[in-house]
Each structure stands twice: as C-alpha cells, then as structure tokens.
C-alpha cells in the first residue's frame, strides 16, 4: 500500500471514530451511535450489513451486568468486538496497556479489575475520543488510570511498562501491523501477555476477497487471517501464541480472541 493511500486509510478510520465520540458526548446510546454511522456513511464506510442483528461490536459484546457502573458515554462510544478484560484474565495489581482506547470502556473497567494498586493506560490517535475518554474517568473517579495520544504503531511507553495488553478490534485498522506486533511485544516486561479481541479472516480467504466483505475502516479489509496474525505474532518474539473464533462478522470472518505470551528470558 502506499504512503498516500496509508494516510487517507488513517484519516477515514479517524474520521470515524471521531463521529462516535462526537454523538456519545453529546448523549446518544450505543444504538444510536451505531444507527448514526449508518445512516451518514457511505455504503463503503458503514459496518457490515449483519451488524446490528448479530450484536457482533458495541456494547452488546459485554455480558450483561458487565459494564454497570460505567459512564453511559463510555458505553455508547465502545464499538469493539468482544471483551478483552475476560480474555486477558486481569489480576490485582497489575499495568495494563489498551491500544486504541477509544471513549475509555475497557480502561475503565481493566482499572477496576487490576484494583488501586494496578494502573491501566489507553492510547489513541483520534483527539475527540481522548477527550471523551478522559471526561468519563473523571465521571467514574477512576485516578488509576492515564490517556495518551498516540499511535498503535508507536506506543508512548517505555520498554517493558506493562505487564498486558488488550486490544478491542483495533488492530485490523492499522496500516502496518508488524510495527504493532512489535510494540506490544516492546512495551511488555518479560513473562507479559496479550488479550486481544480482533476480527480475523479464515486461512481460505485472498485479501481480495476480504476487500469484498466489507470496508478496511469497519474492520473488514484490514483483517489478517488466523495464519497471518500467528506468523506475525512469532516473527515479534510471542509465545504459545493461539487466534480462537468466537462469531462471524462477514461470510468467512469471524470476531476472535488472540492470546500469546511474550517470554520470560530470552533463552
């Protein structure tokens, strides 16, 4: 892909959450914000036509009680496909990294689970989430917890800062996912994991016929295959590494949860 078609990839995929935060802020639900990228995309730019009666991304993802407590407005802004806390399996104390934190949901509730003596932090490229996502931590009193702007593809963190990183269906969007592989690998102390939820295409499937699934900003086009993110996560240096299917987002694609560890010495 080239540099020019990389920025305008980043810019539709900015544009788009942007508008998410935008509506959640001003007080819409999370079906309303879902209705309101359908009803101001183009065909191109709207999520899959399965979308809103499977429930595969936004809130609905959660099991019920799951986010009670939390700010609506995080809630309305979440558009992930699935549930990295529960993949992830976050114990007291620990550092917590979410790439592509959007309005704050998983932050939220990974601060909650890793408890006063743990720290979560979220990274995100799009100014209007950040913003969003910060308000509903001072909504939650939520003081364990920081938002930085940045990209996925070079996380503001030192080497080894966290001891896990969650993803919600963020990683498909980027343009150059070995550099994402990288950083998450990077950022983790030894012996650290990933708990990621991700939309992953099967082994069968060309790019090709992935582009004709569905758009690279609704998490279609961009997706890997469960070959590819496997490869891609051994060339980082993970280990025991598994991408484990959960429901289908278009024919042949699935919403999927991918676990690997990052070693604990390097023999």
């Not at 788009?16 to 639900?29: D, I, L, N, P, V």
């Not at 408890?115 to 490229?125: H, I, K, L, R």
């Not at 299917?245 to 999927?256: I, K, S, V, W």
Request: hydrophobic content about 40%; overall charge negative.
């Amino acid at each position: 892909m080239s540099q020019s078609g990389d920025v305008a990839l980043r810019e539709q995929v900015r544009a788009r959450y942007a508008q998410a935060a935008t509506a959640a802020s001003g007080g819409a639900t999370a079906d309303e914000v879902r209705a309101l990228e359908s009803e101001c995309c183009s065909t191109s730019c709207c999520t899959p036509a399965n979308a809103a009666d499977d429930g595969w991304t936004g809130a609905g993802v959660y099991e019920p009680g799951f986010t009670d407590g939390l700010p609506a407005e995080a809630v309305a802004a979440s558009l992930g496909c699935g549930n990295p806390l529960m993949v992830a399996e976050l114990r007291e104390g620990e550092r917590v990294l979410d790439l592509g934190s959007g309005g704050g949901i998983d932050v939220l509730l990974s601060a909650k689970r890793v408890g006063p003596t743990g720290f979560a932090y979220g990274v995100d490229v799009t100014d209007e989430m950040l913003d969003l996502a910060r308000a509903n931590a001072a909504r939650a009193s939520a003081s364990n917890v920081e938002f930085l702007r940045g990209d996925i593809e070079a996380v503001p963190l030192s080497d080894e800062a966290v001891d896990v990183v969650i993803s919600n269906c963020v990683i498909n969007l980027s343009t150059d996912k070995p550099a994402v592989l990288s950083e998450m690998f990077r950022v983790l102390v030894p012996g650290g994991r990933i708990g990621i939820s991700d939309v992953v295409a099967e082994d069968t499937l060309t790019p090709e016929e992935r582009v004709r699934r569905g758009s690279y900003v609704n998490c279609i086009a961009g997706a890997l295959s469960r070959s590819e993110y496997l490869d891609g996560l051994k060339a980082a240096g993970f280990v025991d590494a598994e991408v484990s299917f959960t429901h289908e987002a278009a024919p042949e694609m699935h919403a999927a949860i991918i676990r690997a560890t990052k070693p604990k010495s390097s023999q």
